[in-house]
């Protein structure tokens, strides 16, 4: 586990087990002024670890487990520190784990063979509070350019309670949330979904594949 602090940049932790691909993305940073990778880790565990110690602004996950194991280690990452932006990098093309992934809540998801200037579009993008996806991910997704609804990480989080029937009460004690803000967050999804209800509401977002039945 390496680390340091510097909180004039842009802070970044790297969960990522291939030892190249770490050199790779700390060669990247290190030669662009604004950024410093402030922690680097081979395993998951630690990563969760070192988010709650070191309080990266962004995340820099490599899939090295499946896409399940990697949607849990997400989904806790985003619930106890929700202010954390995720770009989940990835060697595989695979369409579905692309999906399940996404639709955890990262913030951008980028393919190994992405050029440095994808690398850098992508956490210009996240910081801004944007999604970023590659090119090469859009090529196999296509209906990821095609959305017409854009969402927040934290919305979306909302919306998948919300297609799973929970309450404004229990989505609030599941995401750490008071009861007025996730009702403030689903005002919002209703207006941006032009929905009439619930039902509606789920039925247009799967529509638009943002989630999945």
Not at 121 to 143: E, P, Q, W
Not at 179 to 192: F, G, I, P, Q, Y
């Amino acid at each position: 586990m390496e680390s340091a602090v510097n909180t004039s940049t842009i802070d970044i932790l790297i969960a990522e087990n291939n030892f190249l691909v770490r050199q790779g993305l700390r060669a990247i940073f290190d030669g662009e002024e604004g950024y410093q990778i402030i922690g680097e880790t081979e395993n998951y565990d630690q990563m969760l670890e070192m988010v709650s110690i070191l309080k990266p602004r962004v995340l820099i996950i490599g899939i090295n487990l499946q896409s399940e194991s990697m949607v849990t280690y997400v989904q806790q990452v985003l619930i106890l520190h929700p202010e954390v932006k995720i770009l989940v990098i990835d060697i595989k093309e695979d369409v579905s784990e692309i999906v399940s992934i996404l639709k955890a809540g990262v913030h951008g998801y980028i393919l190994k063979q992405c050029d440095k200037g994808e690398i850098l579009d992508a956490m210009r993008a996240i910081l801004r509070g944007s999604n970023f996806y590659c090119h090469n991910v859009m090529k196999l997704n296509k209906t990821l350019s095609e959305r017409t609804v854009t969402l927040t990480q934290r919305e979306l989080q909302v919306l998948n309670l919300i297609s799973e029937g929970l309450t404004n009460k229990e989505i609030a004690e599941k995401i750490f949330l008071s009861d007025h803000t996730v009702a403030s967050h689903r005002k919002n999804l209703m207006k941006k979904f032009d929905a009439t209800n619930n039902v509606d509401l789920v039925i247009k977002a799967i529509k638009e594949r943002i989630i999945f039945p």
